[in-house]
C-alpha cells in the first residue's frame, strides 16, 4: 500500500528556516516524480517543486532560491528545505507523488502545517 | 508560466442534479491536464488524468472531456459525497499550475 507520511511543520519566525519531510512506503522515490504542494489557508493549491525521478529538479518562482528539494534513496524520502521564510508562505504543505513520467499525483499525504508569524 | 482559469468559481446545485465545470488554459496543453476532488480538511484526490481516464476507484458519473486549451469535468447525477471542492491541473510543463478552484455546495 502507497502511503506518504510528512513532518516537520511548524511556527517559525519570519527568516527562519525549516525542514519538511515526507516518508514514503509501498514504493520507490526514486522510481516516480515526487513534489510539494501547498496550500494558504482558505485558499487553492499552489505547486512547489518537482523531483524528477532521473534527478532533476524544478521550483516555482515563488520559492526559487529561497527552498530546496532532494532526495534520500537509503530512507525513501523526500525532503523540502525552507529557508528564508515570509509570512507568505504559511500553509500545508503536501508530499504528493507524480506518475513515472508525468507530473500528476495520483498519491497524497495527510499535510503539515507551516506557519511563518512573528 | 500556464495560467490556468476554472469556472464557475462556486457552483450550488442538488442531489441528482447534472453539473459541468470547465478549465481553460492559457496556452495549448495537449491532454496534459488532471482533476481533483477536495473535501475540507482532506488532501486532494485524483479524479482524471490525460483529461479524461478515470483513475481506478473513481464512480463512472464523474466524465472528463477536452483537449489543447478547453476542458469540462461533468457529473452526471450528484450525490451527497460529491460536495466538494474541484480543482484542475496542468502537467504540460512546469510550473505544474492549478486552477483557482471550483466549490461545489449543496442549494
Known amino acids: 500500500e502507497v502511503q506518504l507520511v510528512e513532518t516537520g511543520g511548524d511556527l517559525v519566525q519570519p527568516g527562519g528556516s525549516l525542514r519538511l519531510s515526507c516518508a514514503a512506503s509501498?514504493?520507490?522515490?526514486?522510481?516516480?516524480?515526487m513534489s510539494w504542494v501547498r496550500q494558504a489557508p482558505g485558499k487553492g493549491l499552489e505547486w512547489v517543486s518537482v523531483?524528477?525521478?532521473?534527478?532533476?529538479?524544478s521550483y516555482a518562482d515563488s520559492v526559487q532560491g529561497r527552498f530546496t528539494i532532494s532526495r534520500d534513496k537509503s530512507k525513501n524520502t523526500l525532503v523540502l528545505q525552507m529557508n528564508s521564510l515570509r509570512a507568505e508562505d504559511t500553509a500545508v504543505y503536501y508530499c504528493a507523488r507524480g506518475a513515472m513520467t508525468h507530473n500528476y499525483f495520483d498519491y497524497w499525504g495527510q499535510g503539515t502545517l507551516v506557519t511563518v508569524s512573528s | 508560466d500556464i495560467q490556468m482559469t476554472q469556472s464557475p468559481s462556486s457552483l450550488s446545485a442538488s442531489v441528482g442534479d447534472r453539473v459541468t465545470i470547465t478549465c481553460r488554459a492559457s496556452q495549448d496543453i495537449s491532454n496534459s491536464l488532471a482533476w481533483y476532488q477536495q473535501k475540507p480538511g482532506k488532501a486532494p484526490k485524483l479524479l482524471f488524468y490525460?483529461?479524461?481516464r478515470l483513475e481506478s476507484g473513481v464512480p463512472s458519473r464523474f466524465s472528463g472531456s477536452g483537449s489543447g486549451t478547453d476542458f469540462t469535468l461533468t457529473i452526471s447525477s450528484l450525490q451527497p459525497e460529491d460536495f466538494a471542492t474541484y480543482y484542475c491541473q496542468q502537467y504540460y510543463s512546469a510550473p505544474y499550475t492549478f486552477g483557482q478552484g471550483t466549490k461545489l455546495e449543496i442549494k
Open positions: 523531483f524528477y525521478s532521473g534527478g532533476a529538479t
Open positions: 490525460a483529461a479524461s
Open positions: 509501498g514504493f520507490k522515490v526514486s522510481d516516480n516524480y
